[in-house]
C-alpha cells in the first residue's frame, strides 16, 4: 500500500486528487494538508466525503510528511512547492507537484511569466514533465513530476502528433481555449461569482496568459525548434471541462487518412486519449470525471489548414487524474490503476 | 458472472445503469436494448462510452432475453414491462423494473393515476417494492422488483423514521419536492429544451402528479394507515439531482435529541443514508454521481412542526443505484457493490 | 425631472435601480453611491454601463444628498439607513429604504431576528410598507418607504386574497420559496461561487430565515390576526427569479370559480399582478427583467388545501421595480413609469 | 404609426421582435405570422406575453400583409422569404429577411452552402445587406433587406477596421466563435435538450458553417479583394450571446494607439458599437438584452498577431434589434428607436 500525503487538499484539484485516490486500491491518504482548515474534519469543507473520510486537516508540514508517505502531493499556488523541496526531502519521499514550478526548464522564463523568484531551480533538470503519453519512461524513474497544467496537457496531445510527423507549420499555431469554472479555483473573487460567470463567456489572459511558455516549450520538443503561438483561454459557465480547438496551417496536401495515421501512430495503445471517428467533434460533457482526452481534427482544403480539437476534464486528465496516473507509472503499477471512471453522462 | 441484460438502454437511466454496471465486478451486460437505436452501436448514442463499450443496441426481446441473462433491467415508459412477463419468463430470469408497473398494490389506483390498462395485475402481489433499506429482506427472495421511483424513494427515506416512531401527524405531510432536469428524460420535447428550462423555475403536476399515490402508499404501511398528502415537483436548471422539502405538524413536544434518535434507529447502520451534522442542510451536489441520500431535519418550535429534507442522484439511488443495489441483495452480493462511487463535486 | 440619489449604487440591486431609472422619463440619477468604489467611474464596476453612465462613484453622504436630490434610495447593509436618518434628512428629501429596517413594526422582533439594534425606532411608525398593490394609498403621502423584501413580496401576493377572503386556515400555512442567486447579493463569499451554486440546491435558513416575521407580518394584516407560519427558502442556480410554492388547509369546500373570483378582486385591475389561466403554472422565466409577479392556484379535493404560487424577479418586482413603483406614487406619476419592460425570454 | 408584420413570430427571434417592437414608440405589430400556432393566442406560445399580447398567431400570408402593413419581417427557415416575394409585393411593402436568403450575391454561393436553390435571383442584386454600422445609406433607400446573420455581424464588426485599414494579413484571418443556445432555434431536437447542452461545450460545423461565405463576402469588400478565412463556431451552455474571438497576422509593426484609431475612425460615432477601453476584454453578459457589440483586441508582439474581440446578443443586434435598427433606417427615423435598452446585469 503507498502511503500517500497531499497538501492543498482543499481546494478543487486537491479535492478532486481525493476522490481518486480514494478509489485506488494500492494507495491510501495519510495526510490531508490544508493550512486553511487546521483542526477542521476534511468533510466539514467538502461534505461529498461524509462518513468517508474522518480525518482532520493538517498543516503543510513537508518534513513531517517525507518521514510518513511513500508520495506527495503538491497542488498549491506557484512558488510553495519550490520553497519546499530539498535534496533531503527528494532522497526520501516522491514529489508530484500539481502547480508549475518545476515546469518550465528556462528558469529565466518562469520567473518572467510568474514573476516568482524560483527557490529551488537546482531541481528544474531532474523534474520529469509528467505528461504520461509523452514521457512515460522518465516518468518511471523520476523523483520529482512536474505535473502539467490543465491547458497543456490538452493542448499539447491535440497538436503533438502532426507537429511531430512535420505535417503543420509550428509558426502559424493558435490555440483556442474554454475552460469551465472549477479550473479558477476554490478561492473566494467577485469574479468567479455564480452571478458573475453564468450565462456570460468572456476571453482572459489575451496574449499574456502563463501557460503560454509550457505550451510552447512541449510543443517545441516535438517541432524540434523553438515556437511562439497565440493560445487564448475563455472561461465558460459549466463547473468542469476543457475544450482545446487549435488552427495552424498545412505544409502539403494531406488526406483524411493521412492525418489519422499520424493521430494513430501515437494514440492507438493508449488508454486514456480516444481519437474520435470522422466528423464527431469532442465535447467535455463526454469525457466528464474521467481520465480521457478525446481529440480529433478536421482538414479545410479552402484555406488548408487543419483544425485540431480536445476534449478532456481539467480537474482530472488536466490535474489529479494525470497525477495520479503519474504516480501509477512511478511506482510500476498499472497506469490505470484508480482511474477507470466511465465518464458521467448526463 | 451474472448475465445482465437491459431493455431501455439509451434512455438517461438505461445510460446511468450501463456505467454503473461497467464498474460492477460481478455482472457483465449481454444485451444494450433500445428499440429506437437497433444495430446502431452504443456509444453512437452515448460518445462517453467510446471505446469502452463496443456493442450494438439490439430490439427489446424479452424471450430471447430471458434465455441469455440471469436479470434483466426494464428502463422503459410506463405499461412496457406489465406488457413483457409472464410465469414463463419469470421462471426463467429475474426482472427489476425502472418503471412504475408493479409499485402501486392496488391496480384501481395505478390504472387511474396512470391511465394505462395494467398488462399483467396477476404478479403485483408477488413484486417487491425495491426500497433496499427498508424492504430488504424480502428484495433477497423476489423474482420481480419494482424499482421505486426517484421522488418516492427521496420522499419515503427521509419521512420514514419519525412516521415510523409516531412522531409526526400522517395528515399534515407536505413535500415540496425539486428535481433536475435528466428526470424529464430523453426524449426530444420543446419544454425540456436549454433555453425553456435554463435560468427558469417551475412547479409541475401540480395536485397531479403520478409519483403521489406511490408516496402514500409507501408511507401509509410506516404510518399503519391510509394516508393523503400533497406532493409538488419543480423542476430546477441542472442536470442531476433530487431535492425534498417535507413538513409535517409534530405530536408531541420534541427535542432534536429525540428525533436525530429516530433517524440513527433506521439509518446507523445504512452505507447508503447519511445523516447530517445537525444544521447542515442536504445540497444536491454533494451526492452527484454516487448512491447517497442525505437527510436531515429541524425542528420549527415557533410552529410545532418539523422539516424533513433528503438529496440524492436522481439517476443513481432515483434509478440505476437502487436497481444495481437491488441486483446485489437478490443475487447474494455485497449490496455495494458497484455502487462505491464517491459524490464528485464540484 | 425628479432629482434621485442611490446609497449603495454598487450592489445587485443598485445595479437594477439604475437599470430601470436610466430609462425613467421623470427621474435623472444625480448620485451614485458606492462607499467601496469612490472615485471610480460607474461604468468600471459595471460594465453594461459603458458608455451610458459616465459618473463616478460617490461616498455615501446623506446630509449632502439631502440637500441635492429629491429621493433616496438606500440599498444598503441591514442597520445603515436607520443610523442615516433623521427628521431632518426626512424634511428635506424622501427616502425609500430597501433594507428591512423599517418594515417590521414591532422593534423587538426586528432586534431578535437581525440581531441588531435599531438606531431609528421613532420612525418605523411613520414608515409605509411599501407593497403597492396593498398599500397605494399610504405610499403616496409617505416620506419614508420600507420597500417590501424579495421573499415577503411574492409570498404576500400570492396568499393575501385567500387569506383576506377567508378562505383557508392562516395556522396551516407553509410557504416553500426557490430564489436565484442575486438575491445573496455580490459579496466575495466562498457559498456563491460558481462551482458552489451551479448544478446544486439547497434549502438554507431553515425555520430561522429573517424574511418569515416580515411575512407572518404582511399576512396578519389580511387575516386580522396573528399568525406563525413555515417558510423555507432555497438557493437555485440561476441569476434571477423568485418562485412561491405555498400551501394551507382550506376552510370550506370551494370551487375553481369562487377561488379564482378572490384573486380577480384584488388584482384585476392591477398592472404588474398576472393571475394567469387555469393550470398554467407560474414560471420565473416569464417575468425576468420585468415588474410582474404572476400567480395562480390549484386546489386539492384530496387533502382539502390551496396550492398557492407565485413568480416574479426578485431584482424587479422583488427589489429594485418595487422601489421605483413606490417612487412613481409618492411623486404623483403614472405608476408603470419606468416599469415597462417587456420580460424577457428566452 | 408604421404597420408591422411578421412572418415566423413565434420562434426565439421572432419572439424578441415581438418584445422590442411592443416599446418601439412608432410601430404596431397588426400580424404575428406562425404557420404552426394558427389561431392560438400568441401569449400561450411565449406566456411572457401575458396581458402584453392578445391577438392570436395567423397564417403566413404574405399577398394578405403586403396589403395591410408596411413592412414585413421575415424570421423563418431558409428558403422561404426566396419562394414569397416578388415584383408586386415588394412595390407594396418593404421585406426585412432574418433568414440568409439574400445575404450572399453570389447565387451559386448560397446554393452550394445552403443545399437549396434560390426562388428569387432576381432580386439578389437589389437587397441591401443590412449591416447598419456599414450600409446605412443604402439601407435607407432599400425596399429588400438581407439582415445579416449572428456570427457574421459579429465578426464583421470586429474586424472590419484593421481589415479597411490594411493593418492585417485578410490571407490568415482565424474566427473563433462561440454562441449561446438560442441561436440552434426552437426546434425540439434531441441536441438541444437541457442535460445535452448543460455543463457541456463542444464546436459544430467545423470548417463547413453556412455563415464561412457571408463573412467571407463582407470582409472581402473591406479587403478590396476576395478572401478565404476559418470560421469555427461552439455551443455554450448559456441562452443568449455571441462571442468572437478573431486572429490575424499583422503587416506592420503597430502600436496600440495605432489600432485604436482604426476602431476609433468607424465607431467613434456608433451608438451600438462601443469600444472597450484598454485591456477590457468583451463578456456577452455586458450587452445581453441589447443591441450593443463590445469590441476590443489585444497585439501580441511576440506572434506578430492581433487578437480581435466582439460580444453581443445573438437575438438583438445579431436578429431581432439590428432588424429593427434597418427599420427605423428605411423609415427615416431615429435609428436607436426601440433600441435603447440598458443591458440587464446579472
Known amino acids: 500500500m503507498i502511503k500517500v500525503g ?31 482548515y487546521i483542526d477542521k474534519k476534511y468533510y466539514e469543507v467538502y461534505q461529498n466525503m461524509f462518513q468517508i473520510v474522518d480525518e482532520k486537516c493538517m498543516d503543510d508540514n513537508m518534513e513531517a510528511l517525507a518521514d510518513q508517505v511513500d508520495v506527495v502531493f ?40 510568474y514573476k516568482i523568484e524560483h527557490k529551488a531551480p537546482q531541481f528544474i533538470d531532474e523534474a520529469v514533465y509528467g505528461l504520461c503519453e509523452i514521457n512515460r519512461e522518465q516518468i518511471k524513474k523520476a523523483r520529482l ?43 473566494a473573487k467577485l469574479d468567479n461569482l455564480y452571478c458573475e460567470v453564468n450565462e456570460n463567456i468572456k476571453a482572459y489572459g489575451v496574449a499574456t496568459h502563463r501557460h503560454t511558455p509550457e505550451i510552447e516549450e512541449q510543443l517545441g520538443y516535438a517541432a524540434g525548434k523553438e515556437i511562439r503561438l497565440n493560445f487564448t483561454p475563455h472561461l465558460v459557465p459549466m463547473n468542469r471541462g476543457i475544450l482545446i480547438t487549435a488552427y495552424a496551417s498545412l505544409l502539403r496536401d494531406v488526406t483524411y487518412e493521412e492525418v489519422r495515421a499520424a493521430y494513430d501512430k501515437y494514440y492507438e495503445k493508449e488508454r486514456f486519449v480516444r481519437v474520435l471517428d470522422k466528423d464527431v467533434t469532442p465535447q467535455t460533457k463526454w469525457v466528464e ?58
Chains 1, 2, 3, 4 share one sequence.
Open 289 to 346: 470525471g474521467s481520465n480521457y482526452v478525446d481529440v480529433n481534427f478536421k482538414i479545410d482544403p479552402r484555406t488548408k489548414r487543419v483544425i485540431m480539437m480536445g476534449a478532456m476534464d481539467n480537474l482530472v486528465k488536466g490535474a489529479a487524474g494525470q497525477a495520479v496516473q503519474n504516480m501509477n507509472l512511478m511506482f510500476g503499477l498499472n497506469e490505470a490503476e484508480g482511474l477507470a471512471q466511465v465518464p458521467m453522462f448526463p
Open 145 to 187: 513530476i512536474a505535473n502539467p497544467g490543465c491547458y497543456p496537457t490538452c493542448s499539447t496531445l491535440s497538436i503533438y502528433p502532426l507537429l511531430k510527423e512535420g505535417m503543420i507549420d509550428p509558426d502559424t499555431i493558435i490555440i483556442d481555449a474554454k475552460s469551465g469554472t472549477s479550473g479558477a479555483g476554490r478561492g
Open 74 to 113: 503538491t497542488a498549491t499556488p506557484q512558488g510553495l512547492c519550490a520553497s519546499l523541496v530539498s535534496e533531503e526531502i527528494l532522497s526520501k519521499v516522491k514529489v508530484i507537484d500539481l502547480s508549475a514550478d518545476f515546469r518550465i526548464k528556462n528558469v529565466k522564463t518562469y520567473e518572467e511569466w
Open 6 to 36: 497531499i497538501i492543498g487538499a482543499t481546494g478543487y484539484a486537491g479535492g478532486e486528487l481525493v476522490r481518486l485516490l480514494l478509489g485506488h486500491k494500492e494507495a491510501e491518504i495519510k495526510w490531508y494538508g490544508s493550512r486553511s
